[in-house]
């Protein structure tokens, strides 16, 4: 991401269009908690695990490829959504108050932190 952001912004830079551009980057709203044992009907939680150990390759050098399916459970998404409590699916800081960075020269004053609540819609 780093290279093609700066690939975009070294263009913008040369086309004269930088300080005429908004960049707006926003991160989804926190880690995802969700396991193999809590998908399907309760009834069914040890056959979703057995299928994924039966059909997936996650060993550690598939980790994230095709063919993978591997989760942080719980308590690993608490600790990847650190300083915020929690994760996704739940209404609280870390679910859905997420980081949003925003450069538009013409508008907005550089080195500002806000904390208003805003809504994806708002930006359009």
Request: net charge negative; glycine share 8%.
């Given at each position: 991401?780093?290279?093609?952001i ?80 929690h ?15 925003i ?22």
């Open positions: 991401m780093d290279h093609n700066g690939r975009v912004v070294d263009y913008l830079k040369k086309t004269g269009e930088l300080d005429n551009t908004l960049i707006l980057f926003m991160s989804d709203n926190g880690a995802e908690a969700i396991t193999p044992e809590s998908l399907g009907k309760p009834e069914d939680k040890n056959s979703v695990r057995k299928w994924i150990d039966n059909t997936l390759d996650n060993s550690i050098e598939n980790m994230g490829k095709k063919g993978s399916y591997v989760t942080l459970g719980p308590q690993w998404a608490q600790v990847a959504s650190t300083p915020l409590p994760f996704k699916s739940l209404l609280s800081n870390g679910g859905i108050h997420v980081p949003a960075i450069r538009y020269p013409n508008k907005i004053q550089a080195g500002q932190i806000q904390s208003e609540t805003l809504h994806v819609i708002d930006f359009v």
